[in-house]
């Protein structure tokens, strides 16, 4: 028997359109009210095919930035992996099961967490993934997993870069609230494959652990210097996503 977590994507249930059209605009007023949220650069995200989403990650707020402020202006749903105990909770595991969030049993995680991804992607969606794993505890860079680098290149989905800026101090890892005031700017990169760019005979190996520097060190770029972290020496970004700020 077919577990639901690897049912087809498709099936799973679609956002209800007041959810939809009444849920985020009402994030965005609750946030927005508070904060300053700005993303730039959402245009270079593909209109069509599967694509993932690559993001740093240091806050429960990049979360909801992602899913109110980039997701309507993509026009695509945005589908997730998250720990199965979200379902339980009341409220939030009917929003995450209606929302593109995917259960995934951490017990079995690695296994069961590529093949769901690799599903998602198969069936020519968007595949957000946060690289780290989990949260930064002071906003800069961790070193990163090699789970998304074997993904992309079995997968051939293009990898789009995102760096969220400012998130950890209004909501840093251990702080049950956030703190009032503050700006976040999501910007978000050019689409690449990483195949596309290893040098030509490259064992799978070392493919894997270049991949991973390859996809930081964009995201890396789209960051200012202090959150680059342990990916510091990234070169900064000229994409033309870096040069404004629009809402």
Known sequence: MTSPAFARVADAPAPPSWMLHGLRPLA??????????????????????????AANHASNLDAIVI????????GRRIHWLGKKELFAWPIVGWTA?????????RGSADL????????????GNILFVFPEGTRS?????????????VLALRSGAP?????????????????????????VTVRVGRPFRPADELPAGTDRRTAKGLTTTMIMDRIAALLPQSQRGV?????????????ADTV
Do not use: C, N
């Open 28 to 53: 965005r007023l609750v946030v927005a009210s508070r904060y300053d949220v700005r993303v730039t650069g959402a245009e270079h995200v593909p209109p069509d095919g599967p694509v993932i989403l």
């Open 67 to 74: 899913g109110a402020w980039l997701m309507p202006k993509l």
């Open 97 to 105: 099961a209606h929302g593109g969030v995917h259960p995934v049993d």
């Open 112 to 123: 069961e967490a590529f093949r769901l991804a690799q599903r998602i992607l198969d069936e």
């Open 137 to 149: 505890r002071d906003g800069s860079l961790q070193e990163a997993r090699d789970g998304l680098a």
């Open 159 to 183: 990898i789009v870069p995102l760096g969220i800026a400012g998130s950890y101090k209004v909501w840093p890892r251990g702080q049950k609230l956030p703190h009032p005031g503050g700006r």
């Open 231 to 243: 990916y510091g020496g990234a070169t900064p970004s000229a994409d033309p996503a870096m040069a």
